[in-house]
């Protein structure tokens, strides 16, 4: 931690130095996108001496904002060291009893085997989009796109990997008092969280600092959409298909329902057994304490029981978790706030009169943002009388403090350049507007999203209650909800992008959308520990008798699931922002290329091309959306056809668990992984088709049309496909949690129609909120990516390039049948081969353990000899 330290001190030296006029100049040279005058903070030199203005498509030299830049590195510092704290403070933690590490070791063998298998593919395709990098945009690009790619994926994996190691210790520590849980929780989420923020602007200030040319920023988000594609939809895809393949594998076995009708019974019976004890004690009845311990070690032998006899397959729906939830949330922050402050700078710089400051702006503000995240992760206010509700306010509270932190430094900033001359004070004013909605509309959107799917508001109580009417009733009461909740995100995002536009034009939007990711830090930490609470609470329930540790794992995964719910509706809202930041870059530098204001032209009335441009992006959007989720129920029957082929993935007989379910969940994981790569294919060549279908065939116009049409179509998809999904899910747990009574006041349990009927709606509503709701959002960004980096390739009208389109049609058909076929046939050899490697490390693994423990048994017994 200490090296944290020391560039913390290194940052802000640099930076004071700077400020002070003593530091060393750093001086960029760029394009200009408008006709302005010469940026006043010098240097006086510039390419044309003769001329006092810039004009468009006309180089130009700043000064580069080198204290926002070294305020961007003491951030990242202090991101880091919170983050080495906190992988210390949890891996202190007490692991507990031998049955939560047996599942923790289970869970993360399956982790470990599948970022084994997927990190070379993702390396392929860097591989190839590198190479295409270099050759269209030189080394410097290419320098930010690996950057970007290594340091997302870092994130990412390092992310996941203490989450899993936290688990445990969560599961835990719920049997101590809730705030050590929740603050254990909440510190090994904020990991991944503040890793990626600390990494995305630590690393984007170093390369700006290094390469001077905005430019080559692109690069950045280029190769973090990339990795983040992959892990949040082959993730996806690999964690629902997991679960939806353990759903008809148990039933098929004929023991899921019995499995969840033992472990509510079991609650059940726990909870009468405490109302006895406490009747007795009233009554000042002594209590017989060999019963109650008897009967309560027969409850423990019961769960060791469901623990051990569950098929190796459920166990692979905590894996998916893990990787979907946390390693592609992780990614997909990473890879918005990349491509937001890549695009801002651009714009700022380019696009501005004053570059020095409106290019550094933005990196106040994501500064700041990381600067406060990293501080308000350390606590959460929490007592043990606190339910999920008040959790939930907690943690919103502390995103307040950030709101206001971050608002005085952009305060400062701005007041300070106001005094200096350069902007006016309607411009300050403006800014802080901005920034203020940016920074408080996302938030606002994840509160409405809650109303619609978390068991603390009504909705999801009347869907739970009028389950008993019929699946019907279950399937159109969801799917209305979540037409209902698009409503209020999309009118609000829609009006304060016009009224920024109004007050700012395209760099309001730049920092509008700068605004909207400076908390990210800390919404993405508590979007992890939503995976980390879901397995948590399985652990406990699998592991323990005691009411009120399972009272509390109750109350952090229903907070779990509104944070993870809240981090999807983030994301859409991130993306949103990222795609247009994007679209108006291709905007500013196509129009540019070609010696045109694009000012100008972006108030350009509709015209054929830009309406048969938004007609693609609504096609291609439903296109990809249908890709996603049948690439996941063809994942979910691949496994369940595998599992009933192979006897391989049974759990072995007379071997003790975790044992018996290692070599099994290995091979599950490793088929998993293969065929999720498969299917991931034809989502991938769909998206990187549809901006060159655009481009040649619709010009540049119905290229920017299509960018900004799906745009919009986008979010209110994915708000909709998130949201109902996770009523129905939420509704579910409000019975499995034993919420809903009857009118007689007798509790509503597994084996009632109503929670028959509700598992329904929720094997309808996985693949929506867990696949292509989130999915949609990587769609658009690494579609607006593409078409940024291949802007180049296309004409202002298509009479000159539509024949390129034909050709990109025959390409993509070809790419998708060797993906069904060729694709298909590779993967089983490459699959048949890791099989074999893995079942030969699997025996000797086992043979190893199997062996420590024989020899630990025998000391014992020898220590014990000579004692006696």
Known sequence: MMIWILCTISSVVLGLL??????????SEEISFVRARNPPYGPVEQPNMELKMRDVNMPFRYLLPQVPLFFCLASASVGLFTVSYFVNFMLLEDQGHKKVVDICKLISKGVVVYLERTTPVICIFLFLAGWYVFVTAGWGTLSCFIAGAALNLISARIGVGMTVQGTGRLAHAMGGVLPHAVQIGIRTGSIGGLLATSLAIGGMAI????????????????????VSFYLRVGGGIFAKGAEIGSNLVCEMDDHKAAEERRVFELQQRIMDLEQARRDRMKKGLAESDEDMMDQLRMMEEEMQDVAALLHPIE?????????????????????SMVLILSTSAIIGSKGSAVPHFTAGLPFWIAGAGNLFCSAVAWRVHCTDKHGSRQLRLSLRMNLVIVIIAVQCVQIAASYLEWLRGSIEFTQFWHYTLISLLGQVVPEVCVFFAEIFTSVDYPLVRSLAQNSGLGVVQVVLQGLGQGFASTLFPAVTMVGVVMITYELEGHYGLALLSSASVSGTGFQGGIASYGAISTIAHKIVHLTTYHSMTRHRANICAALGDSAAHGGNIISAVNAFSAVFNVAMTVLAQAYTRLGMNYQAISGAPVSEWSQAGLLLGVVMTMLFTANTIISCLETSKAFMRFCKESKEVDQKRNVPFPYSHIQPLTILTSFGTVTSMRMVFTPMINTLAVPMLGGWFLGLRGLLFLLSGSNVLILCLSIFLSNSGQSWVAAKKYILFGSLKDQDGKVIGPDSVEYENLGVGEMIGGPFEDVAGPALNNFIKFLAVFALVTEGLYEETPEN???????????????????????TLALNCLTSFLRQRQLQRARDEQDEELSDEEDDDGEEERVGIEDA
């Not at 390039?801 to 694709?823: D, N």
Request: charge should be negative; aromatic fraction near 16%; include cysteine.
């Open 801 to 823: 390039t539509w024949i390129y389109g034909f050709a990109c049609i025959a390409g993509a058909l070809i790419l998708v049948a060797f993906s069904k076929f060729g694709l």
């Open 207 to 226: 390369m700006w600092l290094w390469l001077l040319d905005t430019n080559n920023l692109s690069g950045f988000g280029s190769g973090a959409s990339i």
């Open 315 to 335: 166990y692979l729906d905590a894996v998916g978790e893990n990787i979907c939830d946390v390693a592609g949330t992780c990614a997909d922050l990473f890879e």
């Open 18 to 27: 700077t400020f002070q006029g003593a530091g060393f100049e750093r001086i």
